[in-house]
Nanobody
Framework: QVQLVESGGGLVQAGGSLRLSCAAS????????MGWFRQAPGKERECVAA????????YYADPVKGRFTISRDNAKNTVYLQMNSLKPEDTAVYYC????????????????WGQGTQVTVSS
């Protein structure tokens, strides 16, 4: 199994930036689709970004297009989420996910999840 640990969350003001990291261990992520999901209180967990094993054609949810960038470094077994121009509505717990093949939504139960990292954006 692959274990995922997120880091980089915190409290920032609107308009600021954060870079989240997802470090994998136990198994290479080289053939996994990787993604970032977020969940705000009282809301469903939603996919905000996903990237294939090759790094081609990343997916972004409409609310984050143009502001967030997902990337991966297979040699370091790490996935990143660069978040710019943050808004209060981005406040949520952000989770890293790995799935053999590709990330799909809604999740099927075949995913591996990290513990999550809190992102809070103040106005």
């Amino acid at each position: 199994q692959v274990q995922l640990v997120e880091s980089g969350g915190g409290l920032v003001q609107a308009g600021g930036s954060l870079r989240l990291s997802c470090a994998a261990s136990g198994q290479t992520i080289g053939f996994y689709g990787m993604g970032w999901f977020r969940q705000a209180p009282g809301k469903e967990r939603e996919c905000v970004a996903a990237i294939s094993w090759s790094g081609k054609s990343p997916y972004y949810a409409d609310p984050v297009k143009g502001r967030f960038t997902i990337s991966r470094d297979n040699a370091k077994n790490t996935v990143y989420l660069q978040m710019n121009s943050l808004k209060p509505e981005d406040t949520a717990v952000y989770y890293c996910a790995a799935r053999p093949g590709r990330i799909v939504t809604p999740p099927t139960g075949n995913e591996f999840w990290g513990q999550g990292t809190q992102v809070t954006v103040s106005s």
